[in-house]
């Protein structure tokens, strides 16, 4: 059975069986902070050839998974202000339309409701309520993880949930 990190026998971090084991959950992570499975899957992409690339200059192996976590959250901050760099440029160009199709696989109908809610707020929000609540993260890796203070990560959730009632009426 795999542990949440993954060594080889020299005790370096073994990449592949790292990846095999933790994929899945980061493009889950990934989706819900950019609301589009293409981008999430080259995030995610992106953050595990990153730590192929620095495997080597990683000291403890045991932070290999933060530091896949914390590439795939940075790397989706990148591409959501990519993404609106682009539509600022290119808005008139640029039709209405809905949400990705491809959601339906990730997302049960009754979820629906609770991702648009949960795309509405704003990014630190939403990175704190997503690495919390899906992550299941603590205050300080929360913290350590976006460089903020874990008071900052305690009324970005407040805050976050206080908008999510507010939009979902009550519901959570």
Do not use: C
């Not at 290119?90 to 049960?108: C, K, Q, T």
């Amino acid at each position: 059975m795999r542990t949440e990190t993954e060594v080889d026998r020299d005790g370096a971090v073994d990449v592949e069986a790292l990846y095999e084991a933790h994929w899945t959950s980061m493009l889950r992570l990934a989706v819900l902070l950019v609301d589009d499975v293409g981008s999430a899957e080259d995030v995610v992409q992106e953050a595990f050839i990153g730590l192929h690339r620095n495997a080597s200059r990683i000291r403890d192996p045991q932070a290999a998974l933060g530091y896949v976590r914390a590439a795939v959250v940075n790397r989706a901050r990148s591409a959501l202000r990519h993404r609106g760099v682009v539509r600022r440029h290119l808005r008139a160009a640029e039709p209405d339309v809905g949400p990705p199709s491809s959601d339906a696989v990730l997302l049960a109908e009754e979820h629906r409701e609770v991702l648009a809610a949960l795309h509405g707020l704003p990014r630190r929000q939403r990175e704190v309520l997503v690495l919390r609540y899906w992550s299941d993260r603590s205050e300080a890796e929360i913290a350590d993880l976006l460089s903020i203070s874990r008071g900052s990560v305690k009324s970005a959730a407040s805050r976050g949930i206080a908008s999510l009632r507010l939009h979902l009426g009550g519901a959570l």
